[in-house]
């Protein structure tokens, strides 16, 4: 490198102020400098400086290495694309030279772009993601807040025709220059493939409800499962997708005893429904989605245990009754039975009656708090396993208090005030132990699902 005095003086003197006056570093030097900050686990040396004590570039990409795993050469190219349009837009072209360029950098230029990188990042531009099963009432609301948030989003739905389906995905902001549908059927769970090619993370929210007749799948929960293993294999083909994002259901975890004879100490993560139990308000349909669902969740948090390979990071979020508003055009199909005591439809009562007796409370979360728990599960740097997703956890009493309390002009009938005996203790703070922050309580839900409702013409 040459040394200051030899470099002219107009030049030294602007960019003098980012030298110092000093002997290169020992190479072998192993001593440990502070850490950057209390929350990463990197550690500088003094051998990882050089003269002008900067941090040299091989350093650098070791760090990005550590930190990122097997989807850092993504983050390299893009810190190194960015890096090179920042010298050439910092580098000034000087005509008496000839086309060569000068000595001096303007380092504000390569400032900037950085930032613009990291900011992009942070915004979510560039980076892809795929939703299946987009256009129901959660994946449409996640796909909203994704674009919102400048990610770039591949959904996938049944059918591609029906405008009831489409159109208010279209319709979304930035929805023209970011969203991008395809179609494809949990019961030909190939055709997600090309969805999924390209993405960083995949939320897996599609899941078959009705059995498809002559199918090659006897029932839903073959279906189901064949699905997430579908989806979990195009996810490793890919060589791009980072984390899968199952969205799963409180059914399947269940603290009732194998023999059904009561609960136990706590409903957690550890939980599994049992699945030879009968129940008093429950009818096949149920039944099969339960089965569904717990068989498919506990396939996909397989995934986690591959010890060779390409391997894939399966985040499973076991959602409560979801509540709220939506943009459908209609009702979603939770939304009934969070209504169903104001409404004082019974055959909607019953499904809450089912919920408590099943789980001891009704899990509840707000729409727009269990998609921002898929977006936090996904921008975690690392995370795996499952976790329960749900606010509160109220019994059928509890919720009726709440409306009483805050909307007096509906009534309630006594038959609607009460649930099944029997309470578990809901223990949902895994999540928020990993640092999400839930915005809406049962109140918020409740009122918010009212608001939803009257805007519909359902109430």
């Not at 900037?112 to 915004?123: A, I, P, T």
């Not at 930035?174 to 190939?190: C, G, H, K, T």
């Not at 909607?348 to 789980?359: A, K, S």
């Not at 396993?385 to 009938?413: K, V, W």
Request: with cysteine; net charge negative.
């Amino acid at each position: 490198m040459r040394r200051l005095a030899k470099i002219p003086d107009e030049v030294r003197e602007e960019i003098g102020g980012c030298f110092v006056d000093s002997l290169p570093v020992v190479d072998e030097d192993n001593r440990k400098l502070l850490k950057l900050n209390d929350e990463t686990f990197i550690l500088l040396r003094w051998s990882d400086i050089d003269v002008n004590q900067h941090v040299n570039n091989v350093k650098y990409v070791g760090w990005i290495l550590e930190l990122a795993g097997r989807n850092s050469h993504h983050i390299i190219e893009a810190t190194f694309t960015t890096f090179s349009r920042a010298l050439r837009q910092a580098t000034e072209y000087d005509p008496r030279r000839c086309g060569s360029v000068p000595s001096v950098v303007k380092h504000e230029h390569i400032n900037s772009s950085f930032r613009e990188l990291f900011s992009s990042m942070e915004e979510g531009n560039n980076v892809r993601v795929c939703v299946t099963g987009g256009s129901g009432y959660l994946g449409s609301w996640l796909i909203k807040k994704l674009l919102e948030k400048g990610y770039t989003v591949h959904a996938t739905l049944r059918n591609l025709d029906e405008d009831r389906k489409t159109s208010h995905l279209k319709s979304l902001p930035n929805a023209e220059s970011r969203l991008v549908l395809f179609q494809a059927d949990i019961y030909n769970p190939e055709e997600f493939e090309a969805a999924i090619q390209g993405c960083l993370f995949v939320f897996h929210l599609a899941t078959p409800m009705l059995h498809t007749e002559n199918s090659k799948y006897k029932d839903t929960s073959e279906a189901a499962i064949a699905g997430v293993r579908a989806i979990a294999d195009s996810c490793l083909r890919s060589q791009t997708v980072k984390r899968l994002i199952y969205t799963a259901s409180v059914m399947s975890a269940s603290a009732l005893e194998e023999d059904g004879t009561g609960f136990k100490t706590s409903m957690d993560e550890s939980c599994w429904t049992p699945l030879n139990l009968s129940y008093t308000y429950n009818n096949q349909f149920i039944l099969d989605y339960i089965k569904s669902k717990t068989l498919s969740e506990k396939e996909i948090l397989r995934y986690n245990e591959i010890e060779t390979g390409n391997k894939l990071e399966v985040v499973s979020l076991a959602c409560g009754l979801v509540g709220g508003e939506t943009i459908l055009s209609y009702l979603p199909s939770s939304l009934p039975p969070v209504l169903s005591q104001v409404t004082g439809n019974r055959l909607n009562f019953d499904v809450l009656r089912f919920l408590q007796e099943l789980l001891g409370s009704i899990p509840l979360v707000h729409i727009d708090d269990v998609c921002e728990a898929h977006i936090f599960c996904m921008e975690k740097p690392v995370l795996r396993g499952r976790f329960l997703c749900a606010a509160e956890a109220p019994t059928i009493e509890d919720m009726a208090i709440c409306y009483q309390q805050n909307h007096p002009e509906l009534t309630i009938s006594q038959e609607l005030m009460s649930g099944p005996d029997g309470r578990s203790k809901c223990d949902v703070s895994k999540l928020r132990k990993e640092g999400f922050e839930y915005k809406y309580g049962m109140k918020e839900t409740l009122d918010h699902s009212v608001e939803c409702a009257r805007r519909l013409g359902s109430l």
